[in-house]
């Protein structure tokens, strides 16, 4: 399932934040090519690549230990994957580096298609806070299953989690459409309740039946899990905070689309 447009909500202004959030990404997944080559397309880079996932990516058993992992290799050669920061950082570089095409392009396009909307109902500071400290929640989350891991934790996917969340919350109602591939490909238009809904009911099911072998998945269920939760206790505090009800208003009526 591939959320592609969203039915118009009106912007006050353009989203900046958003925008760039997206552009570092690309930039960041450009360096990786350099990188790794070719194969960074595939998830399948060189050494440096490897070696820049080690440096930058957040790992669960640094944060627990407090002692940062310095090499990597065997017997015969040793690589230096010493994190040129303190551990706690990583919380924040993981969340601009992406494993391969397909992971990248699937987390920008879910960015690009809900988050516009929820900078332009905070605002471009609150939003960048909002994305920061859901995709900090979201590793986090993810760190307390698992917190011996020594696989580098990367990713936007935790802090878009935050975004669907809050966009649940706000938006619950407006219409999404999405690409769905199964035996056939087909677009589907829904409210963005029941496309989240489902969303966020697959994670849970797969991060269930992922307990005990979180390594050796290859996604991080529980970072989805733990953003999507904060996403929306943040919009629901947001809302709160600004005397606005709970029950969202009812978009129905026809809408426009996007793009």
Known sequence: ????????????????????????????FLYEMYLGGFGTLTGKGQLDLDIFFFKWGFIAQELTSGTQFLHRG???????????V????????????????????????????????IEDKFGHVRYLIFYLVTGIAATLVQWAINTDSQV????????????????????????????IILYIITVLEM???????????????????SLGMADSVGVAFFAHIGGFAAGIVLAVGYKLSNHESLLPIDTRSSQRWDR
């Open 191 to 209: 409210r963005a309740m029941w496309l989240l809904g489902a969303w966020f009911a697959w994670q849970l099911f797969q991060g269930t039946i």
């Open 86 to 117: 303190h551990t706690v950082f990583t919380l924040f570089t993981s969340m601009f580096i992406h494993g391969g095409f397909m992971h990248i392009a699937g987390n920008m396009m879910f960015l690009w298609v809900f988050g516009d909307n």
């Open 152 to 179: 580098p934790l990367i990713g936007a996917s935790g802090a878009i989690s935050g975004v669907l969340g809050a966009y649940l919350v706000i938006y619950p109602h407006n219409k999404i459409k999405a690409l």
């Open 74 to 84: 065997n017997a015969f050669i040793q690589y230096d994957i010493e994190t040129p």
């Open 1 to 28: 399932m591939f959320p592609f447009s969203d039915a118009s909500v009106h912007h006050t202004a353009f989203p900046y934040v958003n925008s760039a959030l997206i552009g570092v990404s690309v930039v960041v």
